[in-house]
């Protein structure tokens, strides 16, 4: 089995050389699509490549950007992700529909951080254009109710180290 796994990925190695080789740059197209496809693969890293070839094309810039952070979320890295859903959100293009699910990921990502108030925050925007827009009702209240929780969680007073703490790594 380990054999075939290995061969079945030089195999896939040299077929992605080959698209590379058949793929203009600037076939804006093929790469989203190549992207959609390595991302449904569990190929992360590949599809994060092609998204941001795809990202040059004004047509697909915010679905691009949008994978893009997708894909960093699937890695576990939340703070690239919201560098680039902040980066879709911001674009000049931006449609109302894209904004509004842009915002719902960004308010995905600050929940998955425990940073229920700039979760709410988002899902509220999202809540005001379309209260049925996927679960955001369900999520903007529990985000309400875990951030005002948090808060009364959170002391006023700072806190300190304990001495059994190392202050080195």
Same mark, same amino acid.
């Given at each position: 089995n380990e054999d075939f796994q290995v061969s079945f990925a030089d195999v896939f190695? $040299?077929? #992605? #050389? /080959?698209v590379a080789q058949q793929v203009e740059e600037t076939d804006y197209e093929t790469h989203y699509n190549l992207g959609i496809a390595y991302k449904e693969m569990g190929l992360l890293e590949d599809a994060v490549r092609e998204f941001t070839l795809a990202q040059r094309s004004s047509e697909r *810039? !915010? /679905? *691009? =950007? +949008?994978? !893009? /952070? =997708?894909?960093y979320l699937e890695m576990g890295n939340t703070s690239e992700a919201l560098k680039y859903f902040l #980066? /879709? =959100?911001? +674009?000049e293009n931006v449609t109302p529909e894209e904004a509004m699910a842009l915002r719902y990921e960004i308010g995905l990502a600050y929940e998955s951080m425990g940073r229920f108030? $700039? *979760?709410a925050k988002f899902y509220e925007k999202v809540h005001a254009m379309d209260s049925s827009f996927r679960d955001v009702a369900t999520r903007l209240s529990e985000a309400r109710r875990l951030s005002t929780e948090q808060s009364e969680d959170e002391s006023p007073e700072p806190r300190y180290l304990s001495y059994s703490t190392p202050l080195s790594s």
């Open positions: 190695d $040299e077929f #992605k #050389k /080959g *810039a !915010i /679905g *691009a =950007l +949008t994978m !893009i /952070g =997708l894909c #980066k /879709g =959100l911001n +674009t108030r $700039e *979760a």
